[in-house]
């Protein structure tokens, strides 16, 4: 069973970049098919979908978020990390990874990690 894990620092201040990595255990960020993402729910609000990184390295971003959004991997350490630059407190979350699989035109989250909590704030 994948399972997955978000690590990063717990708090960010505005205008500097927020970085998390998400760690994988139990499959391949590379398996056929698989794409890795960055989901995040701002207290209050629902979930917003940030962005993958696909199993061929490709990535696809949210248009709403592409100008600030950086998804990246290390395939020897079966990780893939979110970097969003310039944050506000509007960027203040909890961010979670996923992976899924395309089904049609809808991509399905088979795997969470149980999320990690970003203040922004000075």
């Known amino acids: 069973q994948v399972q997955l894990q978000e690590s990063g620092p717990g708090l960010v201040k505005p205008s500097q970049t927020l970085s998390l990595t998400c760690t994988v255990s139990g499959g391949s960020i590379t398996t056929n098919y698989y794409y890795w993402s960055w989901i995040r729910q701002p207290p209050g609000k629902g979930l917003e979908w940030i962005g993958y990184?696909?199993?061929?390295?490709?990535?696809y971003y949210s248009p709403s978020l592409k100008s600030r959004t950086s998804i990246s991997r290390d395939t020897s350490k079966n990780q893939f990390t979110l970097q969003l630059s310039s944050v506000t407190p509007e960027d203040t979350a909890v961010y979670y990874c996923?992976?899924?699989?395309?089904?049609?035109?809808?991509?399905?989250?088979?795997?969470w990690g149980q999320g990690t909590p970003v203040p922004v704030s000075s």
């Open positions: 996923a992976g899924g699989e395309y089904s049609g035109s809808y991509l399905y989250f088979g795997s």
């Open positions: 990184i696909a199993y061929t390295g490709n990535t």
